[in-house]
């Protein structure tokens, strides 16, 4: 079966796309691999939840403005810069780790440079491939986003927390110097342009902001901070939960979370899969996702078999992570025509890190208090408000409505 030009030009850069956003997620994943390490060797759980809070935030900020100006710079220089900065922060962050007003700054500023990848690359997919491929390069970052996190366990199962920063370190280097030639070479032979698509409709809809409005951001805003608490903030404590919670111990949990995050890697196939199924209605997927996250959050709340009760806290982030992969595989890239793809995806990505740095605050000094299980419980209303912000009252109850109209009219004819 012969490959058409566009279905190859979209390997290639969704490949590039692909292993440079892995090189992300193993770096930004660390720290959460490397917690019960750390806390064993005597660093406070509240010190860790501070600086990954921190660091969530820089990240939400960067996203933000990184994807206004990546609407305006080449993703070239966005992506190669950013995984190389991120590198050298990572490294002196291992460094300056006891120093309490300085090792959150400098994590921080790792957040920072990581944020530069996304918007330019979501931009350079969208404006560079058939809509039949942006999805299907989408997907293949997303998958590389969800590998990186038991990439990162992985690492932590056979070094120390401080090499598992620096091997991180050096891997982002590497990919920092490949994206940059590998996106020069691709500009050469025409298979990646810039500019293809301007903001045409701003002086019909009153500006940029009223045209996401139109596309409903709003709506996409809300689910953007549920899921990003879940996918984020969720997953970070999810080796420490598995150790203290289970009592299975570091090393036992670095190991489950290896192979727990690779298996919650699937979940964009699994979503879309049942996207197709229900018809290509995004409402609809995401709204059997939130469902589907809840029973498993009640099932994991009454549960206290370790094997089964991971099992299921697995499921619930799968289902939530279900709905963020038809945000940003499906929602984003389907802004093309608006000339703010990157501008938009940034924007929903500081959401989704602003609600994790907040509940991962918010998590880290609960523990404590209110202990892992009533913690379940939080995590639990989270998805439930994603399933009442997803519901389509207005359908339902606009053809209740419409029905009732109906009859009224029947019985007056009848009169």
């Not at 390069?137 to 969800?146: D, P, R």
């Not at 519901?391 to 606009?398: H, I």
């Amino acid at each position: 079966m012969k490959i058409s030009n566009g279905a190859k030009k979209a390997i290639m850069i969704g490949t590039l796309c692909s292993v440079s956003y892995l090189a992300v997620y193993i770096a930004r994943n660390i720290l959460s691999a490397v917690t019960p390490q750390m806390t064993e060797v005597g660093y406070d759980k509240g010190y860790i939840g501070t600086i990954s809070s921190v660091y969530f935030i820089c990240y939400a900020l960067g996203q933000l403005f990184n994807g206004i100006v990546g609407d305006r710079i080449k993703a070239k220089w966005m992506i190669s810069l950013g995984l190389m900065l991120a590198g050298i922060s990572n490294v002196l962050f291992v460094f300056f780790i006891d120093v309490k007003m300085l090792a959150p700054a400098i994590y921080g500023l790792t957040g920072v440079f990581l944020a530069m990848i996304y918007g330019p690359m979501t931009k350079v997919v969208a404006e560079n491939t058939d809509p039949i491929y942006t999805t299907r390069c989408s997907l293949g970052y997303t998958f590389a986003s969800f590998i990186g996190t038991p990439a990162a366990g992985l690492v932590a199962i056979f070094l120390d927390w401080n090499g598992v920063f620096f091997v991180g370190s050096a891997i982002l280097a590497i990919m920092g110097i490949v994206s940059f030639v590998v996106f020069s070479s691709f500009e050469k032979k025409g298979l990646i342009q810039y500019g293809q698509y301007k903001v045409k409709h701003k002086e019909k809809v009153g500006g940029g902001v009223k045209l996401l409005i139109k596309n409903r951001i709003i709506l996409f805003s809300l689910i953007s901070i549920i899921t990003g608490i879940v996918r984020t903030s969720v997953v970070f404590w999810l080796p420490t939960f598995i150790s203290e919670y289970h009592a299975l111990g570091s090393d036992v949990a670095s190991v489950l979370f290896s192979i727990t995050t690779f298996i919650i890697a699937f979940t964009t196939f699994i979503s879309i899969f049942v996207y197709e199924k229900l018809g290509h209605n995004m409402d609809k997927t995401m709204l059997t996702m939130f469902f589907s996250s809840a029973v498993f959050f009640i099932l994991t709340y009454f549960i206290k078999q370790p094997v089964i009760g991971i099992i299921t806290i697995v499921l619930a982030i799968m289902s939530c992570n279900g709905a963020a992969t038809m945000l940003y595989s499906k929602y984003c890239p389907s802004l093309r025509d608006t000339g703010m793809v990157s501008t938009a995806t940034g924007f929903l990505d500081c959401l989704s890190y602003i609600g994790a740095a907040i509940a991962n605050l918010v998590f880290a000094n609960a523990v404590g208090v209110i202990g892992w299980q009533n913690l379940i419980l939080i995590w639990l209303a989270l998805v439930i408000a994603g399933f009442l912000i997803v519901f389509p009252y207005k359908k339902l109850f606009g053809k209740k409505k419409k029905q009732e109209e109906q009859s009224l009219e029947n019985e007056k004819e009848e009169i």
